[in-house]
C-alpha cells in the first residue's frame, strides 16, 4: 500500500501517525530553539518539549525499542501506549504542558501545542469511530516492526 492509499483509507490512527512525527519534528527543532531564551521556565517547557520529542519518536517508529538501548521499564511504558485512546491521551498531556507554556511567555511552542493537539484529536476520533489502530507501512507498521515488538 503507498503512502496515498494509506491516505485514503480515511482511518484517523494513519493521521495521527503522520501528525505524530510531525509534532515529533516540531518538538524537537522548538525545543533546541527556546533553549535559547532566557528565562528559567522557558528553559523547562524546552526540555520537556525535547523529551516529548523523544517519546514520540519511540511510540510512532516501534522498530527503535529494539535497535537502541533503552530500559526495559521505558520499554514497557512505550508499549502501554498501542491504543487509540492511550495514544490521544498520551499526546493530549504533552499538548497540554506545551500550551500551558504560554502562560510564562508567548513563544514558537505554541506551534508544537497546537500539532500535539490536533494529533490527540485524530488518535481520539479513530478511537471514537471504532477503527482500529493501523500503523503506517512506511514508518514500519504492519510489517518488521510489528513482528519484532
Given amino acids: ?5 494509506e491516505f485514503q483509507t480515511r482511518n484517523f490512527s494513519i493521521y495521527g501517525q503522520w501528525l505524530g512525527i510531525l509534532s515529533m519534528i516540531l518538538c524537537f ?3 533546541i530553539a527556546n533553549l535559547f531564551i532566557i528565562h528559567l521556565l522557558m528553559i523547562a517547557f524546552s526540555i520537556l518539549c525535547l523529551i516529548s520529542s523523544f517519546v514520540i519518536l ?5 522498530l527503535l525499542l529494539r535497535i537502541c538501548p533503552t530500559s526495559a521499564h521505558f520499554d ?3 508499549r502501554k501506549v498501542s491504543t487509540n485512546y492511550m495514544r ?5 498531556v504533552m499538548g497540554l504542558i506545551q500550551w500551558l507554556s504560554i502562560i510564562v511567555k508567548g ?9 500535539l493537539t ?3 484529536l485524530c488518535y481520539l476520533a479513530a478511537g471514537i469511530k471504532g477503527q482500529a489502530f493501523v500503523g503506517s507501512k512506511t514508518l514500519g507498521g504492519q510489517g518488521v ?5
Fill in 1 to 5: 500500500m503507498t503512502l496515498k492509499e
Fill in 29 to 31: 527543532a522548538l525545543g
Fill in 58 to 62: 519511540f511510540i510512532e517508529v516501534p
Fill in 76 to 78: 514497557a511504558l512505550i
Fill in 88 to 92: 490521544a491521551g498520551t499526546y493530549g
Fill in 107 to 115: 513563544t514558537s511552542l505554541i506551534a508544537a501545542a497546537i500539532v
Fill in 118 to 120: 490536533a494529533t490527540a
Fill in 145 to 149: 516492526a510489528q513482528m519484532i515488538v
